[in-house]
C-alpha cells in the first residue's frame, strides 16, 4: 500500500494520468520498504523475499559515485533507468545510458558513478540492482577505493 502525503494548500502537484486517475507528485515511497541514505545518494530494497537474489533501486547524486568494492557472495545485473553511468568494472570505464545494463560477475571489482554536473542542473543516476547469489548483506563489501574515507584497513 503506498501513501500519499498531499498538501492542502495547493493543487499544484496533483496530475491526472492517460486513464483519468489522480497522480500526486509529492508520494511517500512504501514505509515497509528498507531504505538508506548514503553518502552517495539513496537505495530502497524492492525485493528481498527469495532465498537467491535481492533487488534494489539506486539512486546517484550528480559528481557522486559508489564504493570501488568486490563481494564474494554475489554477482549483480544493473539497468539504467534514468541519467548516464560511469560503470568502472575490473579497470575498465563503460559509459551507460537509459535502457543499458551491465553484468558485474562475482568478485568483479566495480564501481558506478553519475558523471553529471551538479553545478550545471545535473540529474540524478536511476537503476536497478539485481543481486544473485547466496548472500546480500552489506558486509559482503570489500571497499577498494571510497570517496568518504570508507576503506577497510585490511584491503
Known amino acids: 500500500m503506498t501513501r500519499v502525503t498531499r498538501n492542502d494548500q495547493s493543487d499544484q502537484g496533483d496530475q491526472e494520468d492517460e486513464d483519468g486517475n489522480q497522480e500526486d507528485e509529492d508520494q511517500v515511497s512504501d ?31 550528480p559528481g557522486k559515485r559508489l564504493s570501488y568494492q568486490r563481494h564474494h557472495r554475489r554477482a549483480e545485473h544493473w539497468f539504467i533507468v534514468a541519467g548516464t553511468a560511469v560503470v568502472t568494472l575490473d579497470g575498465v570505464d563503460h559509459t551507460l545510458h537509459a535502457g543499458d545494463s551491465i553484468d558485474i560477475p562475482l568478485e568483479g571489482a566495480h564501481r558506478i558513478g553519475n558523471p553529471a554536473d551538479p553545478a550545471n542542473g545535473g ?33
Open 31 to 61: 514505509p515497509d520498504r528498507e531504505f538508506s541514505e548514503r553518502p552517495w545518494g539513496s537505495y530502497t530494497v524492492l525485493d528481498d523475499a527469495a532465498p537467491d537474489h535481492k533487488v534494489k533501486r539506486l539512486v546517484v547524486h
Open 123 to 155: 540529474k540524478d543516476l536511476v537503476f536497478i540492482e539485481v543481486q544473485h547469489g547466496t548472500y546480500f548483506g552489506e558486509d559482503d563489501i570489500v571497499r577498494l577505493e571510497d570517496d568518504f574515507g570508507r576503506v577497510d584497513a585490511t584491503t
